[in-house]
């Protein structure tokens, strides 16, 4: 447990995403059913950087909880999970609390939109600390965006700026603005960054466009391919909460290399007649 | 407006989803831009059955409300819009208010585990219905999911038939309870519905014993095809929160007829290695 705490200590310290799991229930004991050889209070820490050090007691759950571990690692949340003795996933013998000492996951939105708060919504299901900006500042109101955790009256491109260096692998920046004078700069912008994740709202022929402005405006072509728009997964989305889904599904599927059909890899329409 | 108000009642009477669509608000106006021919108040019903009566003084605003109006059918939900003044979707000159009579879709959801809150929240955030359903008392709890509209005690396949007759094409059942002894009967009494979708959770391993069980318990095996198992897009979800999306893309994918790889028409991994 030193060791573990002495480890912990050392990532907070080098601002190093960093979990502790701990078991805090163990149900199966008191339901006299087979006890898992879990002990009650048995922590043990993941590190992407460190590895993993101690154990609850029982291989396969300490296998499935480092699993676990890892899931809420990118997605910067604790949480408590449940589990059979042997690490079971659909059981609720044992309780063992994630711990994560990280940053959450950043969505930046750009645009006050209709299509914004939806993809607010969904994006606070996701663990996101989620930030709206938008330069019309009658739009850009907390009022209008109550589940955001920010929202900033700026032009995209300078308020990229003050968090350009903050953006990694797991973070996003969405553009919904569909609006080329705010488009082109904040995309420019996103594109220096390393942020894992860019989508751009609007039809083909506006991403077209886009794309022509974007070149004109100083932009590699060999980067424009990191953009992804028409933005979203190719699902048929019709209303703001739909496409808010399928542009969260996007990010989940691009995040872990998933083969699947995003509408920037499609010809077809982005809405689809419903059955 | 007295065509519209009298086929209003009849559509409610017959029990038909409808909804009337009105302009509300009218900024280009005070704003001294073109303005709209919308006129404030000009109403518009629409009905899958009946089709469209009345309109907002604009033909392309007609016929972009009119599509949204759709959307706000099929997901029982009424909405306030902005459009610019010939209907552009991104604009805010004119707000119209889409009035839904019609119940919202709803989502059941069998099995009260750590995937279950996950899945409301998604679920409410696309406007359904939900309710969750698990035998086991102690674990279906409205304090374990305060965001479901009903929380029941019960065995699945007995819930199932109290609303059996209600269930349509905008509706969802998703099987998450990974356990055959509430899994077979619940499957088995879904597929007799006209319940739109059908999901059930488990590993590929899981699930062809399920059919098999589904099978003994007399199910056609021409219908086995509906059952959308492992459950959800193939977006390499780790987490509840991630399944949850992957979940909702596919009811979405499934309900606009779009071809997007879900898990069941694929044979890799369910969780993919994240990159």
Redesign the interface.
């Known amino acids: 447990m030193d060791k573990i705490f002495s480890t912990l200590v050392s990532c907070i310290r080098a601002e190093e995403p960093v979990a502790i799991a701990t078991v805090i229930e163990r149900s199966d004991v008191t339901q006299g059913q087979n006890p898992s050889p879990a002990e009650l209070g048995a922590t043990m820490l993941v590190s992407h950087i460190r590895g993993v050090q101690g154990s609850l007691g029982h291989e396969k759950l300490d296998a499935v909880v480092a699993?676990?571990v890892?899931?809420?690692l990118?997605?910067g949340r604790s949480v408590a999970?449940?589990y059979g003795s042997a690490g079971e996933s659909?059981l609720?013998d044992v309780t063992v609390f994630i711990d994560v000492f990280a940053p959450p996951p950043r969505m930046i939105i750009f645009g006050a939109?209709?299509f914004t708060a939806?993809l607010v919504?969904?994006a606070k299901?996701?663990?996101y600390y989620v930030t709206v900006c938008d330069a019309r500042e009658v739009?850009a109101t907390k009022r209008r965006f109550p589940d955001a955790d920010d929202v900033v009256v700026a032009w995209p491109h300078v308020y990229l700026e003050t968090v350009a260096d903050r953006l990694g692998a797991l973070d996003a920046v969405c553009v919904l603005t569909?609006?080329h004078k705010f488009d082109i700069p904040a995309i420019a912008a996103a594109l220096s960054t390393n942020v894992g994740y860019l989508g751009a709202m609007g039809s083909r022929k506006t991403h077209a466009e886009r794309v022509e402005r974007l070149i004109d405006a100083g932009v590699e072509p060999s980067r424009l391919n990191e953009i992804m728009a028409p933005i979203g997964?190719?699902?048929?989305?019709?209303?703001p909460?739909?496409t808010?889904?399928?542009i969260?599904?996007?990010i989940?599927?691009r995040?872990?290399?998933?083969?699947?059909?995003s509408l920037r890899d499609e010809t077809g329409p982005i809405?689809?007649?419903?059955?």
Chains 1, 2 share one sequence.
Do not use: P, Q, W, Y
């Not at 997964?233 to 019709?238: H, V, Y």
């Not at 995040?255 to 059909?261: G, K, T």
């Not at 809405?271 to 059955?275: D, T």
């Open positions: 699993r676990d890892g899931a809420a990118s997605s999970r449940h659909r609720d939109v209709d939806a919504k969904v299901v996701l663990g739009f569909h609006d997964l190719a699902i048929g989305a019709r209303t909460e739909e808010a889904v399928a969260c599904a996007e989940i599927a995040r872990a290399n998933a083969d699947v059909r809405h689809l007649v419903a059955s």
